[in-house]
């Protein structure tokens, strides 16, 4: 994200002494991504960013995912997988339901404070069902509510801090973690060569939240728990490293990379005559996946249009579809409701169901809300996944 922002205290002059009051030298630490030719930020720190005095493992949430064999259309029930978010927490309770070498999709309900977090193998873009808090990050603070996209840079520390009465009945925090192993970004082709938002483009950087000040926090013996590349399931491995000083010692930071949150509503969609295909709907991408979701609009306006997507066989892809909201038109009769996620994998083809297209002709309005995530990659099921199918889905066109 190349949108320059500052906060709390750096000196004029980057690289250059930074001094507390009383006259300590403050720490700078460069941020940065892709061998630090692409974005980054400054922050300057307290104690010593690099100091650790513990290390120990720390066993990930089960990473492993089975091939989807024989290939079906699968209907995965998420609301069915947490009874209450009592007793867990965003980070450490997620539960693995799709996952390939580029990106994991994990789901979670969570009413309590998460441990300091730092994912070393990607960005994270979590999309928040319902619920809301805020995210701690070294950053500074960002407030989070229902339908917001938060983006954690790779390697930032942060923790996920639910409001106490939050989802009602203090239900908790409902996060879709979409976990990449790469970065997150608007899509290219929303971007000037600079990195500004485009005219074109569905949002802009007016809808976008950064975080507040940094908070100086106190504190020794923190703990950090790191996910990593290693060999562990799908590569990857957990450690937690208790460092002396609380993490959360930055006086000050500039910069174009920071964690950020998006709130869905603020996504204006692209709309024509006739259907328009899902590239209009993208939001971000990553290496070999995209994000795109689709909100409640004005549908095709040509007297003979059908506003149901037509058939369709996306050939590079497994389509990923997680319902959030509103009255989906295309999966009328499936089953499919608030909480499903369908998978359409490649070579499958896949559209509405048969007697959704006639009941669709005329609409002019389209009251939805969904997130989806095509892969370039096949998708395994996590064991989350597999533990929520319904098992029927595959076989709801022949009905």
């Not at 923190?222 to 562990?232: A, T």
Request: aromatic residues 10%; glycine residues 12%.
């Amino acid at each position: 994200m190349a949108h320059y922002r500052s906060a709390g205290s750096v000196p004029p002059k980057r690289h250059t002494q930074h001094r507390s009051p009383d006259g300590a030298l403050y720490r700078e630490e460069l941020m940065g991504e892709e061998g630090f030719s692409s974005d980054s930020s400054l922050l300057y720190h307290r104690g010593v960013p690099s100091a650790i005095v513990d290390a120990r493992r720390w066993e990930l949430p089960d990473q492993a995912a089975t091939p989807n064999e024989p290939l079906l259309a699968r209907h995965l029930k998420l609301h069915d997988l947490f009874d209450g978010g009592t007793g867990r927490d965003v980070v450490t309770s997620r539960r693995l339901v799709l996952a390939n070498a580029d990106v994991r999709i994990s789901y979670v309900l969570a009413a309590e404070t998460s441990p300091f977090y730092r994912n070393a193998t990607g960005d994270e873009c979590v999309f928040i069902e319902s619920g809301t808090g805020t995210v701690e990050t070294v950053f500074g603070p960002l407030r989070f509510g229902p339908g917001d996209y938060v983006i954690i840079p790779r390697a930032t520390t942060h923790r996920w801090v639910p409001d106490v009465s939050t989802g009602g009945a203090g239900e908790g925090v409902r996060a879709y973690c979409i976990e990449a192993n790469s970065h997150i970004t608007p899509p290219h082709r929303y971007l000037s060569r600079y990195g500004q938002l485009l005219e074109h483009a569905p949002y802009c950087e007016r809808d976008l939240r950064g975080p507040g000040e940094p908070e100086l926090r106190e504190g020794s013996d923190v703990e950090v728990f790191i996910k990593h590349r290693g060999s562990g399931p799908g590569g990857l491995s957990g450690t937690v490293h208790v460092l002396p000083e609380h993490p959360f010692d930055v006086v000050g930071w500039d910069g174009c990379l920071y964690p950020y949150a998006f709130n869905v509503a603020d996504f204006e969609p692209i709309t024509g005559r006739v259907h328009q295909p899902p590239p209009v709907h993208q939001v971000f991408e990553g290496r070999n996946f995209v994000i795109c979701n689709f909100v409640p609009r004005k549908v095709d306006y040509h007297p003979l249009a059908v506003p149901v997507p037509y058939y369709h066989s996306n050939v590079d892809s497994d389509e990923v579809m997680f319902y959030v909201a509103g009255d989906y038109e295309a999966r009328k009769g499936s089953g499919i409701g608030r909480g499903s996620v369908s998978l359409h994998p490649g070579g499958h083809s896949h559209g509405p169901q048969p007697s959704a297209i006639e009941a669709s002709l005329g609409a002019e309005f389209f009251d939805e809300l969904a997130v989806m995530v095509d892969t370039f990659s096949p998708l395994g099921l996590g064991e989350a996944g597999r533990a929520c199918d319904d098992g029927e889905y595959a076989w709801s066109w022949s009905r």
